[in-house]
């Protein structure tokens, strides 16, 4: 059984859970602002049904996206050993941890308010629809991104029952961001993607037009966490933040060395991670310092 939930963690890339979590997280503390004056119990049960719906999310968006892409997969080189074109996992388990997750979705989206629950189906089919977006449209990168994007409005959401400027902004900020690195990672099927017809940006404009459209994308990223941090008067800890994201994405783009395509998305990996992490710790400390969205409205 462990050996089973390892390999479905493995499909999924789990790990990769850290590039959304953060901004959710923040989004969550600054929605429920720090956490004051609430007991242990009521804490404990708001950051877990958040937390379950963050995986159970991603569980089945990535899930979707391995089944509705087994046969593209397959005749890629650099996907052909993944779990369903290897043969590792039948289709019918991948399509059962989808109704599952999705189930336990659903499930923990109810449990948190009515709005929550009310747009917790809809949200899960939106996230799965991503997968597809590759057979039509380039765009599909910050289709994925915006997917990837709802996780701060969604924790929000989750807390105070209604739609909000703030969380939305970090969205966009987010959207943006996954948007830029999935295009640097779509270069490495660059070729691939011509041959089957996919739609993709390397695809239709070439690996060194396509770096320079992921470098726009994080610019536009950094222009909007600017007007975020002065719209909201963030104040040094948003602008810490700012100048650590800013150096993190200007030597990416501009001032590493290696051009080789693996050296370059591990990079990227990293980024995310650490970019993710930034965002939440500077939200963190923005209102730990006695900063308040409900002061500023």
Request: hydrophobic residues 55%; proline residues 3%; glycine residues 8%.
């Amino acid at each position: 059984m462990f050996k089973k939930i390892v390999e479905f963690g493995h499909m999924v890339r789990f790990s990769h859970s850290l590039f959304a979590m953060p901004f959710a997280l923040g989004s969550m503390w600054v929605a429920v602002d720090g956490f004051k004056g609430m007991a242990a119990l009521d804490i404990v049960k708001i950051v877990a049904l958040i937390v379950g719906c963050m995986v159970t999310a991603r569980n089945g968006a990535m899930s979707f996206n391995r089944l509705a892409d087994a046969k593209i997969d397959a005749a890629n080189p650099r996907t052909a050993k993944r779990h369903l074109p290897a043969n590792k996992m039948s289709k019918n388990s991948v399509i059962a941890f989808i109704v599952v997750n999705g189930l336990l979705f659903c499930g923990f989206a109810f449990l948190l308010n009515p709005l929550a629950g009310a747009l917790a189906l809809p949200v899960f089919l939106a996230l799965m629809f991503y997968s597809l977006w590759k057979r039509f449209s380039w765009l599909c990168h910050w289709y994925l991104g915006f997917a990837i994007g709802m996780s701060p409005l969604g924790a929000w959401i989750a807390i105070r029952g209604e739609f909000a400027t703030f969380p939305i902004f970090l969205m966009f900020i987010l959207m943006l961001w996954m948007g830029g690195f999935d295009i640097i990672y779509a270069t490495q099927d660059e070729e691939i993607d011509r041959q089957m017809g996919l739609h993709s940006v390397p695809a239709r404009f070439g690996r060194k037009r396509s770096l320079q459209i992921a470098l726009g994308s994080h610019l536009a990223m950094l222009a909007l966490a600017l007007g975020f941090g002065v719209y909201w008067q963030m104040g040094v800890a948003w602008w810490s933040v700012f100048g650590l994201m800013t150096a993190c994405i200007l030597y990416i783009h501009l001032f590493r060395k290696s051009d080789d395509l693996d050296s370059m998305n591990r990079d990227f990996f990293l980024a995310n991670v650490g970019i993710s992490v930034l965002v939440m710790i500077g939200l963190v400390v923005w209102i730990l310092l006695g900063g308040s969205v409900d002061s500023i409205r």
